[in-house]
Each structure stands twice: as structure tokens, then as C-alpha cells.
């Protein structure tokens, strides 16, 4: 435990060089990739979305990839095609940018259903079906995915089945003039996020995952999750509450931050600050237009909350 500890907090520590005054952020996105979930961050532009993904990825000595996602990509685009090779006589798989460690799914809600449903298979098992032959993915393999929810032009809003697929939903936000002005040094000489080194390999990352999953989760808290989950289910106010992968996912989550803690055991206060980020996207709010849905599924959850009794 003490060794997975030191891992995790040099991992925090290099990314948080590159991503300053946001620990929080920094922290959950960790947490995601521990527990072997996906993340999505949404936030307006310029805030430094990609700058995380790109730190995550440059701290792991593994392959990383980034998609630029638009309104004409194809899912082959994603996934990969077969090509013909005349002097065989025969086709063959030319993998596609998923076939990689970490993938940054960047402005996601750009592309079309059709192109966002590439990633379904991929995130939930961990491989892809290309003209009816299965191929598995690398191990570890993480999507970070970013969308703007400020700009409605030409984006395709995420289905809920896709957003049931992300562990976490998290926003960056701007940061404190004092902090700005730090960030303004740190470009002085270039982009932070270009000088950083890998402090984890890829077998080191597993191993940490594998770590996360034998984290002690007491019945009480089990109780307390579905406490929760249950109450997003019957509250007058949603159409739909959490499903059961998100209570599996709320699970995983939990796991994952206690590592994050040094603890081997889960505590209440990991169920209450994971609740918002693991939970809010998974709920449809009756009657409320999209731009202010998400900020309104935040309140009931928090809501939910205070109202549900939590295990001493």
C-alpha cells in the first residue's frame, strides 16, 4: 500500500506541474483512470481540457493517440478498415487510433451519433468488431473525451447510453487571477505539458488498478451508495434515474479514491465527493432544456444528498 501511495502521488505530482491550481480536477481524473474507468470533461474552451488529457498521457510510458473529432469522421476513422493487398490476393486490418493506451476524444459532441457509437463497444469491453472479426484492445486503455456545453452550432449532444460509459463528468473551470498569472510565467519558456517525463510505465498502471479492486468496501457503504442510488430512481423531478452500471461504476469510483488516500477501506466522505461527478450525467431532469440540464441534475444530486442518511 505504501508503495502504490508514493506511485500515485508522484503521478499527481507531475500532472498538477503542468495543470496549476486545479488539484481537484487533477485528482478525480487520476481516480478515473485508476479504477479503470473513462472520463469526460466538459468545460468552455481555453481552460485547459486538453492540456490534462495530454498530461495524463505524457506521465505513463505508453502509447497515446489524439482525435480531433468532426462533423465528417467516419467510424472507420476511429476503428480502423481492412485493405486489399493485390499481391496476396487477400485483405488485411489496418488498426485506427483507438488501437492505442490512452485516447483523447477531443470535442466529442462534434461528430454524429453514428461516429460516437464507434467508442461504445471499445469503452464498455475493451475491444472493437470491424466487419465481423473481434479485436481486443491494448491493456491499459483509457478514453479522455472533451466538449464545449456552451455552443450548440453543429454538435451532436451525447446519448445517454454513451454518457453511462464515462466514470466520471468533470468540469476544470477558470482559475484565480493569482493562479492565472502563474500559468502566464509557466509559458514563459513554452507549453508546460511539453516538458513533462513519464513517472509510470504501463505495467505499473495495472498493477495500481489491480490494487484499486481489492479495496475494502463495507456493507454500510454499500447501503449508502444504493441509498443514494435508489432516491434518483423515485424523485419526482427525473425522468431517469442511475442505472445499475452506474451504481457499479459509483463502486469502482470509490475504490479508487480511497487508493488515491492511502486508505485500504472506503469512508463516507469518498461516496459524498464522488456522488456529483459519477452520478449527475447519468440522471435526465424532467422538463428542462439541455443547456440547463446538467447544472440542474447537479442540484438534485447534492440535494439527495443531504437528505440521505449517511452510515457512521
Not at 24 to 35: E, G
Not at 60 to 80: A, N, V, Y
Not at 178 to 185: K, P
Not at 234 to 257: D, F, K, P
Amino acid at each position: 500500500m505504501a508503495e502504490d501511495h508514493s506511485l500515485i502521488a508522484g503521478l499527481e505530482r507531475n500532472v498538477a506541474s503542468a495543470i496549476l491550481g486545479k488539484p481537484d480536477t487533477v485528482r478525480l481524473a487520476i481516480v478515473a483512470m485508476l479504477s479503470g474507468g473513462h472520463l469526460l470533461v466538459e468545460d468552455a474552451p481555453g481552460v485547459g481540457k486538453t492540456s490534462l488529457a495530454k498530461a495524463l498521457a505524457k506521465s505513463f510510458d505508453c502509447d497515446f493517440k489524439r482525435l480531433q473529432f468532426t462533423p465528417d469522421m467516419l467510424p472507420s476513422d476511429i476503428l480502423g478498415s481492412s485493405v486489399y493487398l493485390p499481391s496476396l490476393g487477400e485483405f488485411e486490418f489496418r488498426p485506427g487510433p483507438i488501437f492505442t493506451n490512452v485516447l483523447l476524444a477531443d470535442e466529442i459532441n462534434r461528430t454524429t451519433p453514428r461516429t460516437q457509437s464507434a467508442l461504445l463497444e471499445a469503452m464498455s469491453e475493451g475491444q472493437v468488431s470491424v466487419e465481423g472479426k473481434t479485436h481486443p484492445l491494448a491493456e491499459p486503455f483509457f478514453v479522455l473525451a472533451t466538449q464545449n456545453p456552451y455552443e450548440f452550432e453543429g454538435t451532436y449532444p451525447l446519448p445517454e447510453n454513451q454518457l453511462d460509459r464515462f466514470m466520471l463528468c468533470i468540469e476544470i473551470g477558470y482559475p484565480t487571477r493569482e493562479v492565472e498569472r502563474n500559468v502566464l510565467t509557466n509559458h514563459r519558456d513554452g507549453e508546460p505539458v511539453d516538458r513533462l517525463k513519464a513517472v509510470l510505465t504501463g505495467d505499473q498502471l495495472r498493477q495500481l488498478q489491480h490494487s484499486a479492486r481489492n479495496i475494502r468496501v463495507d456493507d454500510a457503504i454499500n447501503d449508502y451508495m444504493l441509498d443514494l442510488i435508489h432516491a434518483t430512481r423515485s424523485h419526482e423531478q427525473l425522468q431517469l434515474g442511475v442505472s445499475t452500471r452506474g451504481a457499479i461504476t459509483l463502486y469502482r469510483a470509490v475504490q479508487g479514491l480511497a487508493l488515491m488516500e492511502g486508505r485500504n477501506y472506503a469512508i463516507p466522505d469518498d461516496v459524498k465527493r464522488l456522488a456529483v461527478p459519477v452520478l449527475a450525467h447519468r440522471i435526465v431532469v424532467k422538463g428542462v432544456l439541455h443547456e440547463g440540464r446538467r447544472d440542474r441534475a447537479k442540484m438534485i444530486i447534492t440535494q439527495i444528498l443531504s437528505k440521505t442518511r449517511v452510515p457512521s
